[in-house]
């Protein structure tokens, strides 16, 4: 189903990364080990060839857009084609938002978001060019739902499920499918949060068998995978059916009034895209006269 496919994926000299690359490895993918850490990258692609499988190392940032692209041109020369991207590079700067510096909170957007961002950019003409891309970006539970003391974190996690619904519509045409993975996984970035018995049982490589489903030849689009210790779900951006209030003076009041209905999920629905909020609104308004 992968053999032979290329795919690049980001912070893999360790924790998770690594577990995604050795699982690609497994299935015949040939790997590109990105990390900052030549050192980390060069030891993953030792063990993916020590097991019979073809990968190389490149370190740069995935902060570094000339490095980036240095590192997709190297690949192309080497392989010719990119048919996968996971975007997994990630740092942690955990305070409460009262004691967080901005910049902590520009580091953690810049390597998670900007650094997607950057990567898919770097990899995107290819895929078009190919008519075939997977690209998955790495979110999490912390930006779904939140997290205390992960404002920076939470923030640039959910802004990726943003880039990932307009680059689904937008890939669409040219067979590239954007989806979301968010893994639950015991790594550095975890270490100390859950006990010893939790974190044996989110070992990475139990994450790593979701992408499989985000990558194949008949992989979804606009999907939130979740994903840990072997259980798997789906996440969703839903909107309620709502309510029209009007626009008279007292339509803030009935928007209090009617709260209850307005965030009933009882019918919610999955946007096929943003516009379909303002088509509601009108056709609302308009059934109401």
Known sequence: MLHGKVAIITGAGGGLGRAHALYLAGKGVRVVVNDVSAEAAGRVVTEIEALGGTAMAIAASVTDETGIGAMVESVLAAWGRIDILVNNAGILRDKSFAKMTIDDFRAVVDVHLIG?????????????????????????????????????????????????????????????????????AATGM???????????????????????????????????????????????????RGRY???????????????????????????????????????SARGAG
């Open 116 to 184: 997607a961002a950057i990567c898919t950019k770097a990899v995107w003409d290819t895929m078009r060019n190919q008519r075939f891309g997977r690209i998955v970006m790495t979110t999490s539970s912390s930006g779904l739902y939140g997290n205390f003391g992960q404002a920076n974190y939470g923030a640039a996690k959910m802004a990726l499920v943003g880039l990932m619904q307009t680059l689904a519509i937008e890939g669409e045409k040219y067979d590239i499918r954007v989806n979301c993975l968010a893994p639950t």
């Open 190 to 240: 975890t270490e100390g949060v859950l006990d010893a018995e939790s974190l044996e049982r989110l070992a990475p490589d139990r994450v790593s068998p979701a992408l499989l489903t985000l990558v194949s030849n008949d992989a979804p689009t606009r999907v939130i995978l979740c994903a840990g210790a072997g259980h798997f779900a789906t996440a969703n951006v839903t909107l309620t």
């Open 245 to 283: 209030v009007g626009h008279a003076h007292d339509a803030d009041e009935q928007a209090i009034l009617h709260w209850d209905e307005i965030r009933d999920r009882t019918a919610d629905i999955i946007p096929a895209y943003g516009f379909t909020q303002a088509e509601r609104e009108v056709e």
